[in-house]
Structures are given as C-alpha cells and as structure tokens.
C-alpha cells in the first residue's frame, strides 16, 4: 500500500514537500516514482528512486527545482520541491515497481498510491 500526504494550497515560489508511505510487501518494491497529473496532460513522470542502489532519476519538467529522497527505516519517499510555479500545480502519484529498477513509464509501476492534490496560486 501507497500513501502520499503533504500536498497542498501554496505560493509560487514557495517549497512543499510530499511523502509516499509504503507499507505491506516492501520488501519486494525495486523502485518507487513519482508522477503528476493535470486535467489537460495525461501523468507525467516528475522522477524515480531505487531501493536496492543508489540511484535518482528525474523527468525532464522539474529538474533542478525537485528532489527525491528515501528513508529506508520508515519506508518513506520524499519529493522535496522549491520554486514551485503555477503550472506545477496537479496531483502527485507515487507508484513502485517490482521489477526492472528505475522506471520511467507508467507501464512499469505494479501499485499506485491515491495522489495528494499540490495547488499553486500565482
């Protein structure tokens, strides 16, 4: 099971940070990623953690303003983000994989969290 918090009402340029917990079978989860979804664009991957190496992938939109992190006691994954502008606004999904490491396509990802909606105003 996926669950993300942390989303919310906020300015541009302000920072927010998001959480995706895992809970269940973690001891299978190869990856985990997360992706966002606007009414006009189908979900898009924002970037992906490894949980057997260490390794971060980010997608092409919010490089350099976002940051991936992991804490493997908790079983947490954090999207840290700074700068937020407007069109960052969506809901964010975590999903994890089973197979195959980092992956970037939303094919790849076996579970799904429920999103947490990230609002920011202008």
């Known amino acids: 099971q996926l669950v993300e918090s942390g989303g919310g009402l906020v300015q541009a340029g302000d920072s927010l940070t998001l959480s995706c917990a895992a809970s269940?079978?973690?001891?299978?989860?190869?990856?985990t990623g997360w992706f966002r979804q606007t009414p006009e664009q189908e979900r898009e991957y924002v970037g992906a953690?490894?949980?057997?190496?260490?390794?971060?992938d980010y997608g092409n939109p919010p490089k350099g303003r976002f940051t991936i992190s992991r804490d493997n006691a908790k079983n947490i994954m954090y999207l840290h983000m700074e700068k937020l502008e407007p069109d960052d606004t969506g809901v964010y999904y975590c999903?994890?994989?089973?197979?195959?490491?980092?992956?970037?396509?939303?094919?790849?990802?076996?579970?799904w969290g429920q999103g947490t909606q990230v609002t920011v105003s202008s």
């Open positions: 999903a994890a994989a089973i197979f195959g490491g980092i992956r970037t396509s939303r094919d790849g990802y076996n579970y």
């Open positions: 269940g079978r973690t001891f299978s989860i190869s990856s």
């Open positions: 953690i490894a949980w057997t190496v260490d390794k971060v």
